[in-house]
T-cell receptor
Framework: DVKVTQSSRYLVKRTGEKVFLECVQD?????MFWYRQDPGLGLRLIYF???????EKGDIPEGYSVSREKKERFSLILESASTNQTSMYLC??????????????FGPGTRLTVT | GQQVMQIPQYQHVQEGEDFTTYCNSS?????IQWYKQRPGGHPVFLIQ?????EVKKQKRLTFQFGEAKKNSSLHITATQTTDVGTYFC??????????FGAGTTVTVRA
């Protein structure tokens, strides 16, 4: 079974802190994604990566950065946390091709609260 | 950019009744995927539709992809309490970007 793990289920940080969210997948997937999930807005893509050291902006990249130094690990960084970044953060991974195409496997999520 | 709209946002269903959730894209899609997220859980892949007009069934769930590959629907018959959760559609564009709808959250009255 594919396993996507995230470093924390719950996290509380103060405004202005630098926050690191880690994601690891064990299926040798090429693609990795970071989403945030807010009520009524669904899943919004923050950043994604198709390969090591490669990153692409998603729909809402402002205030975030990412790092992918190894294929299995994709980190989301909040440079200076703000209260409007309080949300559920979901990491996902997928193969780059194959059937079904781009099916995404999600981690359990990190509920981040910024006070 | 591509937008995927999903309605209704909420669906309150009497146990045993049927319901449908709809998904519409502003652009033609390569494929459409459906995910289910149980309360407190994470999205889990259900199915993928690729061909124009394709229909697939999983027990009481019927998934349909429109002829123009811009819309999709999920129909659930004889709703059970195990159907509770949020159902997301996700459309894959021709440049391989997956865009999620806002989801339909389903509650069931016993």
């Amino acid at each position: 079974d594919v396993k996507v793990t995230q470093s924390s289920r719950y996290l509380v940080k103060r405004t202005g802190e630098k926050v690191f969210l880690e994601c690891v997948q064990d299926m040798d997937h090429e693609n990795m994604f970071w989403y945030r999930q807010d009520p009524g807005l669904g899943l919004r893509l923050i950043y994604f990566s198709y390969d090591v050291k490669m990153k692409e902006k998603g729909d809402i990249p402002e205030g975030y950065s990412v790092s992918r130094e190894k294929k299995e690990r994709f980190s989301l960084i909040l440079e200076s946390a703000s209260t409007n970044q309080t949300s559920m953060y979901l990491c996902a991974s997928s193969y780059h091709s194959g059937e079904p195409s781009y099916e995404q496997y999600f981690g359990p999520g990190t509920r981040l609260t910024v006070t | 950019g591509q937008q995927v709209m999903q309605i209704p946002q909420y669906q309150h269903v009497q146990e045993g009744e049927d319901f449908t959730t709809y998904c519409n894209s502003s652009t033609t899609l390569s494929n459409i995927q459906w995910y289910k997220q149980r309360p407190g859980g994470h999205p889990v892949f259900l199915i993928q539709l690729v061909k124009s007009g394709e229909v697939k069934k999983q027990k009481r769930l019927t998934f349909q992809f429109g002829e123009a590959k811009k819309n999709s629907s999920l129909h659930i018959t004889a709703t059970q309490t195990t159907d509770v959760g949020t159902y997301f559609c996700a459309g894959l564009s021709n440049d391989y970007k997956l865009s999620f709808g806002a989801g339909t959250t389903v509650t069931v009255r016993a």
